[in-house]
């Protein structure tokens, strides 16, 4: 039986080559993505391969193959030999029935109006190729043919499934004074502006007076103007602010907080990814905070998925714990963050949706997250049923209500 195997820039590229060259009997029994060019996986980009038959012509019936392999044989193979070779060859006629009947649901699947549309509402939010993939197949083994038609079902249960994929930062529960938080991350992210935020969030001001006592300290002397910011935050806040330069100063700073004040913000200084010098160097200074200190990596929502993955990867020496999205105001869609960080399988602590401090700051939700999708409609019913626990948080966002 002959084969084929063709690759194209999308999938109705390659039928369209099948037809073309096999033609409308053709098969497509196998389809998967391949990684093409590049160097050292730089630049490389993603083509759909697709495997199948041609020509198919009915394999022999039991009766007919007994003939041949007796005449093979010279009628000198014992019965229970031959009863074995007639069984392989029944489940093997078995298998490729399967398959060739098969192929056609497949095939229609995967053109499906509903899939196909789903797939770009995906592409729009610019969830990473392997996320995509997964939602789909997903879609695929668990709605019937008819029941794709109804796409409003197929988005909803797709919001689910991206929501599943969310994992939120459990703060730890420390009563013993302080709880220390350094921030890392790229150059440009927000460091400096979150950590100003997170102090006053923190330190709950009310009637004028901080219920928690908060202290920040900076190892940003370098950057034109990044002391000073810091400075000015403290200033406006009253909530004093140091500024440390090496390992010695930054252990003393610390040493001199110990269980004096409830919390302690370190600002770092921004580092490209790339530049492995200048992380060990700052890891070396970070050496100094206790085992407890918990270290969070900032991140910018317009960060390409590509980009996030290799970021997380690069900062791993630091062994944060959780991973803030800053700047969500500055993008039109969450599915770079929302993939990248599960397959990293990192949570979310918090995320910032602008400048001023101290309001623009949130705990991270899953509500927070979906209500950022361009093109679905997030269901408040069908997430509080899944995800009750966040469900109170949804009351602030613009989600379709269905009576829940």
């Not at 908060?214 to 004093?240: A, W």
């Not at 330069?245 to 930054?250: D, G, H, K, R, V």
Request: net charge neutral; proline share 4%.
């Amino acid at each position: 039986m002959p084969y084929f195997t063709e690759q194209g820039k999308t999938h109705s590229e390659c039928l369209e080559k099948i037809r073309a060259r096999y033609g409308s009997g053709a098969k497509v029994l196998l389809e998967r993505t391949v990684r093409k060019g590049g160097f050292l996986g730089i630049g490389a980009y993603e083509e759909v391969e697709m495997t199948g038959t041609y020509g198919y012509a009915p394999a022999p019936d039991l009766e007919t193959a007994k003939r041949q392999v007796l005449a093979a044989a010279g009628k000198a193979v014992p019965d229970a030999a031959l009863q074995t070779v007639l069984k392989e060859i029944r489940s093997l006629n078995e298998k490729l029935d399967t398959k060739i009947s098969e192929a056609p649901r497949v095939q229609e699947l995967r053109e499906h109006p509903s899939l196909q549309k789903l797939e770009e509402d995906l592409r729009i939010n610019d969830f990473s190729p392997a996320c995509i993939r997964g939602i789909l197949e997903r879609a695929r083994k668990e709605f019937p043919l008819d029941d794709l038609d109804n796409y409003e079902d197929v988005q909803k249960r797709a919001v689910l499934w991206i929501a599943e994929q969310i994992a939120l930062y459990q703060e730890p529960d420390i009563r013993k004074k302080p709880r220390i938080i350094v921030l890392v991350g790229p150059t440009g992210v927000g460091k400096t502006t979150t950590i100003a935020k997170l102090a006053a969030m923190y330190g709950e001001l009310s009637g004028g007076q901080w219920r928690h006592s908060v202290r920040m300290i900076t190892l940003d002397n370098y950057r034109i103007g990044g002391k000073h910011q810091i400075e000015k935050y403290g200033e406006i806040m009253e909530i004093p602010v140091s500024t440390v330069e090496n390992y010695e100063s930054l252990r003393k700073a610390l040493a001199l907080y110990r269980e004096k004040v409830d919390f302690v913000l370190v600002d770092t200084i921004g580092k490209s990814p790339r530049n492995y010098g200048e992380l060990g160097e700052m890891k070396a200074i970070l050496d100094a905070c206790p085992a407890k200190t918990e270290f969070q990596l900032c991140i910018a929502a317009s960060t390409k998925s590509s980009d996030i993955k290799e970021i997380l990867r690069q900062f791993e020496p630091f062994k944060y714990r959780a991973v803030i999205v800053t700047k969500l105001d500055e993008t039109t869609g969450v599915g770079n963050v929302i993939s990248a960080l599960a397959e990293g399988g990192k949570p979310i602590s918090f995320i910032t949706t602008g400048q001023t401090v101290p309001p623009d700051i949130e705990r991270a939700s899953i509500a927070s997250l979906l209500c950022n999708l361009e093109g679905f409609t997030v269901d408040r019913q069908i997430l509080g049923n899944r995800f009750g626990a966040y469900l109170d948080s949804l009351d602030h966002l613009k989600l379709k209500d269905t009576g829940a």
